[in-house]
């Protein structure tokens, strides 16, 4: 187990597996996330309730083979115990009964095993972006606690059909982004930090601004055209 103190508005994690190098592997995955951060690694169910008194994540990466008990036996206690953190399995378990289980536990997502990176971080950006409205949302009436449940498949701004040739999971990445960011983003800087081309980038962009999930704003340059910088509404 070990710990380090996060910088403010990271999304602490700690990681449960008994295998070590898995662990690494999962922890290096994570920490190239925006806005994820890695507390700490547990490799039994012992050590993961240990770990959450002492080190009280936000997200529990939770494998369920784990050497003293199966793990979502895990869950129960950390809910008696007063914590609230959210957990994802990460687990070869493929039984129908697992899933099930983990479903009646609340889990926030289910990700089986091997994965790769891009599987790992569309879920956290998806987890992240859910957790962002539960955290800013101001429920007036019931279309804003059904925006806010619509959330755990599907983000309440794409949660309608998209314009042709866009995908939910970019407009995930995308909004996740936007959310993140410590100001507003042009077209050009939102295309880096999500690895898509600036074009692609700017479309959705305005997609958001034209359902009203994002504001833009205009800079001017020297010469040119204004820059339009884009950031999430609250």
Same mark, same amino acid.
Request: hydrophobic share 40%; with cysteine; aromatic share 6%.
């Given at each position: 187990?070990?710990?380090?103190?996060?910088?403010?508005?990271?999304?602490?994690?700690?990681?449960?597996?008994?295998?070590?190098?898995?662990?690494?592997?999962?922890?290096?995955?994570?920490?190239?996330?925006?806005?994820?951060?890695? *507390?700490? +690694?547990? %490799?039994?169910?012992?050590? &993961?309730?240990?770990?959450?008194?002492?080190? #009280?994540?936000?997200? /529990?990466?939770?494998?369920?083979?784990?050497?003293?008990?199966?793990?979502?036996?895990?869950?129960?206690?950390?809910?008696?115990?007063?914590?609230?953190?959210? *957990?994802? +399995?990460? %687990?070869?378990?493929?039984? &129908?009964?697992?899933?099930?289980?983990?479903? #009646?536990?609340?889990? /926030?997502?289910?990700?089986?095993?091997?994965f790769e990176?891009?599987?790992?971080?569309?879920?956290?950006?998806?987890?992240?972006?859910?957790?962002?409205?539960?955290?800013?949302?101001?429920?007036?009436?019931?279309?804003?606690?059904?925006?806010?449940?619509?959330?755990?498949?599907?983000?309440?701004?794409?949660?309608?059909?998209?314009?042709?040739?866009?995908?939910?999971?970019?407009?995930?990445?995308?909004?996740?982004?936007?959310?993140?960011?410590?100001?507003?983003?042009?077209?050009?800087?939102?295309?880096?930090?999500?690895?898509?081309?600036?074009?692609?980038?700017?479309?959705?962009?305005?997609?958001?601004?034209?359902?009203?999930?994002?504001?833009?704003?205009?800079?001017?340059?020297?010469a040119g055209?204004?820059?339009?910088?884009?950031?999430?509404?609250?």
């Amino acid at each position: 187990m070990t710990g380090t103190s996060s910088p403010p508005g990271t999304i602490d994690v700690l990681v449960v597996d008994d295998d070590f190098m898995v662990a690494r592997v999962h922890r290096t995955f994570v920490e190239r996330v925006e806005p994820f951060h890695v *507390v700490g +690694v547990a %490799s039994t169910g012992e050590q &993961a309730v240990a770990a959450v008194d002492e080190l #009280r994540p936000d997200l /529990v990466l939770l494998d369920l083979y784990l050497p003293d008990g199966f793990g979502l036996d895990v869950i129960p206690r950390l809910r008696t115990a007063g914590h609230d953190c959210d *957990v994802m +399995v990460i %687990s070869a378990a493929r039984e &129908a009964d697992s899933v099930r289980g983990a479903v #009646r536990h609340g889990v /926030v997502d289910y990700l089986l095993k091997p994965f790769e990176f891009e599987e790992l971080r569309s879920r956290l950006q998806r987890y992240a972006a859910q957790r962002g409205r539960l955290l800013t949302t101001v429920v007036r009436g019931q279309a804003d606690v059904d925006r806010v449940l619509a959330g755990a498949t599907a983000p309440a701004s794409t949660a309608g059909a998209l314009p042709k040739g866009m995908s939910v999971e970019t407009a995930e990445l995308i909004e996740a982004t936007l959310r993140a960011a410590d100001g507003t983003l042009s077209a050009t800087e939102c295309a880096t930090l999500t690895g898509i081309s600036r074009v692609s980038a700017r479309r959705y962009l305005e997609y958001f601004h034209s359902t009203g999930s994002a504001d833009v704003s205009l800079r001017y340059g020297v010469a040119g055209r204004p820059e339009r910088r884009y950031s999430w509404r609250v």
